[in-house]
């Protein structure tokens, strides 16, 4: 198993919602990302309840160099009848923060997701222009783009390939989840033991993984 140690470089900012819906999306890119070789960070590794969720957002972006950003869910809540503006948010900050944070961000690069073409011009048309990549939905789509964008700071394995393992690791995640070392509950696993577990299956496939580091 080659193993490399966790450095700012290969940190990536994962940036997209959280909902049940896009779980399916949300799991396939973070498969992706530590398949490819890299470290996938997001909000919900920490739950420190006593530390401001910008706080948390900041120290994030000060500390990755790559992020991903889908901004699918801008439409309004079901419930509250209100736009969620969290991702464009979000993008926001890590942007900012690469044209004025100074020489230690100037060489942050991003890739930017959306459901479908041209919509997000809709409501984000600061961004239209830029080189959008589209998943409609699909976590294949959506393990593609995230392979591609790792492709050009490492060299990753191929979409397919990276594919066809998620596709295996989700048959094997409850017996991986039942190992001694985990005892976690399959259907209901926080983002950290979702990553663990992705981590471990990789290592048993003899893929090249990033060690976790505090």
Same mark, same amino acid.
């Given at each position: ?39 996938? %960070? ?15 957002? %900041? ?46 961000? %100037? ?91 992705? %981590? ?15």
């Amino acid at each position: 198993m080659k193993v490399r140690r966790r450095t700012r470089s290969l940190h990536v900012f994962l940036n997209a919602p959280f909902d049940p819906k896009y779980k399916p999306i949300f799991d396939a890119v973070v498969f992706a990302i530590i398949a490819c070789g890299y470290e996938p %960070r997001c909000s919900l590794e920490s739950s420190d309840s006593g530390t401001p969720r910008i706080g948390r957002l %900041r120290q994030l972006i000060n500390e990755c160099d790559l992020s991903i950003h889908d901004l699918s869910r801008t439409q309004s809540d079901e419930n509250t009848g209100l736009p969620r503006f969290n991702m464009p948010f979000e993008f926001g900050l890590f942007i900012g923060a690469r044209d004025f944070g100074g020489p230690n961000h %100037r060489g942050k690069t991003c890739l930017v997701l959306a459901e479908h073409q041209f919509v997000y011009q809709r409501y984000i048309s600061d961004v239209a222009g830029n080189d959008i990549s589209m998943h409609g939905s699909d976590p294949h789509k959506a393990i593609a783009s995230v392979r591609h964008f790792l492709r050009s700071h490492s060299n990753a394995s191929g979409a397919t390939r990276i594919i066809e393992t998620y596709e295996k690791f989700k048959i094997e995640l409850p017996r991986l989840a039942d190992l001694p070392q985990f005892k976690y509950d399959s259907s209901d696993l926080h983002f950290k033991d979702y990553v663990a577990l992705a %981590r471990a299956f990789l290592a048993e496939e003899g893929w090249s993984i990033v060690t976790p580091s505090a």
